[in-house]
């Protein structure tokens, strides 16, 4: 079982950045993939990044493509999405989720969202 927090969301002006933080228990943390997801008002979730267990391997959205990081500090069962660059239609409840690390495995574990507003 893996637990999910998720912090660090706010207003933040275009141009603006922000750092949201995924804290997590489980003594297991350490093998899961760890996914970001946004979802907009009257918008489908879709999913904004990836970082392996090991922190070395990791995925984007075209949208969020160099102006995004996910980073994973394992001692401190903790990953965390940088957000730079920041644009009004970043603005939407973010979550983390984690899922193991084996093909056609889905996300099962869920954080309770934070919001992330980006004024223009």
């Not at 912090?7 to 275009?14: D, H, N, R, T």
């Not at 979802?39 to 995925?59: F, H, L, N, W, Y």
């Not at 069962?77 to 193991?100: F, G, H, I, W």
Request: charged share 20%; glycine share 14%.
């Amino acid at each position: 079982q893996v637990q999910l927090v998720e912090s660090g969301g706010g207003l933040v002006q275009a141009g603006g950045s922000l750092r949201l933080s995924c804290a997590a228990s489980g003594r297991t943390f350490v093998i899961y993939t760890v996914g970001w997801f946004r979802q907009a008002p009257g918008k489908e979730r879709e999913i904004v990044g990836d970082v392996s267990g090991g922190g070395t391997s990791t995925m984007f959205a075209d949208s969020v493509k160099g102006r995004f990081t996910i980073s994973r500090d394992n001692a401190k069962s903790t990953v965390y999405l940088q957000m730079n660059s920041l644009k009004p239609e970043d603005t939407a409840v973010y979550y983390c989720a984690a899922r193991r690390p084996f093909r056609g495995e889905s996300y099962n574990y869920w954080g309770q969202g934070t919001q992330v507003t980006v004024s223009s």
